[in-house]
Nanobody, 115 residues
Framework: QVQLVESGGGLVQPGGSLGLSCAASGTMSSVNAMGWYRQAPGKERELVAVITSSGSTNYADSVKGRFTLSRDYGKNTVGLQMSSLKPEDTAVYYC?????????WGQGTQVTVSS
């Protein structure tokens, strides 16, 4: 079992920056990758960024160059620094942890980009 608790999020103006953080606990030795997904109203959940246990990262094309994913293995946290935010980045952002048994999810945190 892996438990994920997100923090951060909120309202930001277009062009602004925002940071998300996710604290993980439980059987971390079973986690292969951690990252962030997002789901906008009326849309399916999509990958934002993921980092594997070896440190390899993968970003959605829509966020490359604007979002930065980081992971602190000692503190079992994963962060997402978002800059140059656009209205289309508005969504509920979910922290994820992938294991051989499946994917664990956080409760989600709202990010709204609006003037």
């Amino acid at each position: 079992q892996v438990q994920l608790v997100e923090s951060g999020g909120g309202l930001v103006q277009p062009g602004g920056s925002l940071g998300l953080s996710c604290a993980a606990s439980g059987t971390m030795s079973s986690v292969n990758a951690m990252g962030w997904y997002r789901q906008a109203p009326g849309k399916e959940r999509e990958l934002v960024a993921v980092i594997t246990s070896s440190g390899s990262t993968n970003y959605a094309d829509s966020v490359k160059g604007r979002f930065t994913l980081s992971r602190d293995y000692g503190k079992n946290t994963v962060g997402l620094q978002m800059s140059s935010l656009k209205p289309e980045d508005t969504a509920v952002y979910y922290c994820s942890a992938a294991t051989v048994k499946g994917i664990y999810w956080g409760q989600g945190t709202q990010v709204t980009v609006s003037s």
